[in-house]
T-cell receptor, first 115, second 113 residues
């Protein structure tokens, strides 16, 4: 059973460029959340997608956007990259059920460096 | 004030020691509490997942939650060099409050042979 998979693993971009990161959730999971983890910090919640809609959003600017596809996979897009966007971007998947509150499992992350 | 506070360490212990890792939180709405282990340059790996107050044990790991004092603990018995990693505590509210996890800063642990 494949866990949460993310691509690419590493990425180098120039300030002002745009980037797209991809995530496939764990089998059986229907919800994807994205987090940004700066060096030496805990992950910070960006947003969550369920049923192809953004359900919850953290304190991130509109430059950060996302999408969820019918197969539950997801993309994170960041426009007009800033040096401060350099971080490890983590995708977490879980299963939403009216009677359960399931654990979130993380992928290995995409390390984005903005130069 | 951050919603979840965690001493970043680093914490260094000899092999075989009992390790105590702690977090405090401020949001009374938090009901679910987790500990993740993160090796260098890897994604977080879920270690423990608990609901409300009480203890939960899994092998060498024990998680404790005291909601009255808003205190979260993880104990590691017979620590091994392979336990060397960053440990992240996380919390979230009830189901109807969404699935957003609030993380602490992480504590870097080093277990010396």
């Amino acid at each position: 059973d494949a866990g949460v998979t993310q691509s690419p693993t590493h990425l180098i971009k120039t300030r002002g460029q745009q980037v797209t990161l991809r995530c496939s959730p764990k089998s059986g999971h229907d919800t994807v959340s994205w987090y940004q983890q700066a060096l030496g910090q805990g992950p910070q919640f960006i947003f969550q997608y369920y049923e192809e809609e953004e359900r919850q959003r953290g304190n991130f600017p509109d430059r950060f956007s996302g999408h969820q596809f019918p197969n539950y996979s997801s993309e994170l897009n960041v426009n007009a990259l800033l040096l401060g966007d350099s971080a490890l971007y983590l995708c977490a998947s879980s299963f939403i059920s009216p009677s359960l509150n399931t654990e979130a499992f993380f992928g290995q992350g995409t390390r984005l460096t903005v130069v | 004030q951050k919603e979840v506070e965690q001493d970043p360490g680093p914490l260094s212990v000899p092999e075989g020691a009992i390790v105590s890792l702690n977090c405090t939180y401020s949001n009374s709405a938090f009901q679910y509490f987790m500990w993740y282990r993160q090796y260098s340059r890897k994604g977080p790996e879920l270690l423990m997942y608990t609901y409300s107050s009480g203890n939960k044990e899994d092998g060498r790991f024990t998680a404790q939650v005291d909601k009255s004092s808003k205190y979260i603990s993880l104990f590691i018995r017979d620590s091994q060099p392979s336990d060397s990693a960053t440990y992240l505590c996380a919390s979230k509210g009830a189901y109807n409050q969404g699935g957003k996890l609030i993380f602490g800063q992480g504590t870097e642990l080093s277990v010396k042979p």
